[in-house]
């Protein structure tokens, strides 16, 4: 869902290649990127066409992109060394960096303490906000389209870094219940994952839960 400044809902302005568009360039504007070439870009939301062809339509639609972004405070549509991002505001939230941003701060997190301090309250607090985002389900469900595959596998691979880390963080503490909200939250986007799943049937099994293990 989408809102823009005077909080409607304004979804229903995007266009099947509008949400495409936008969904492509998101995902080459995180922290660490430095956005998505017009080649790339054109490649892959025109596969059919050669780029001279895709020169008009291009501009046309991301002209109506950044028509609708008007609309919506803390983000801009920026073109920057042959290179398409987003910039982001303040007033601007989406699932997805906010995400990503999560995973980076976690991972960076070298306090791995029992919850004795503030610090590791605060890690805790990340790890919850994440949780609430993922238990919302996978990237981008209804997109099918074949680039969207490498991108919701390089999504996985990262927040499957950080569980990882929190796993055992929680096992050293023997924290098995947290243990347990973390790995049924990862199989919201991960349902095949094996590693994770053998780690919920074993931690089951040291909770006596042999009948939730067999379910799982």
Known sequence: LSFDNRGSENTYRFSAKLQM????????????????????????????????????????????????LEDIDGIELTYDNSKWKFS???????????????CQE???????????????KELESRMDALLKILNRGPLLPLMTEP????????????????????????????????????????FIIDPLNEDFLSMGVSTLKVMGRLDRALKL
């Open 21 to 68: 568009l936008f969904s492509l360039v998101l995902l080459h504007s995180k922290r660490e990127d430095v956005g998505i070439s017009t080649k790339l870009l054109s490649m892959t939301l025109w596969p059919d066409k050669e780029m001279g062809e895709t020169k008009n339509i291009r501009g046309v639609t991301i002209n109506h992109l950044r028509k609708i």
């Open 88 to 102: 982001f505001g303040d007033a601007f939230y989406c699932d997805y960096i906010h995400c990503m941003n999560l």
């Open 106 to 120: 976690l991972l960076q997190s070298e306090d791995l303490k029992p919850y004795a301090t503030s610090q590791d």
């Open 147 to 186: 680039w969207i595959e490498n991108k919701r596998r390089d999504f996985e691979a990262e927040v499957e870094k950080v569980f990882l880390q929190q796993i055992q963080r929680q096992q050293a503490l023997g924290n098995h219940d947290r243990v347990m909200q973390l790995i049924e939250t990862l």
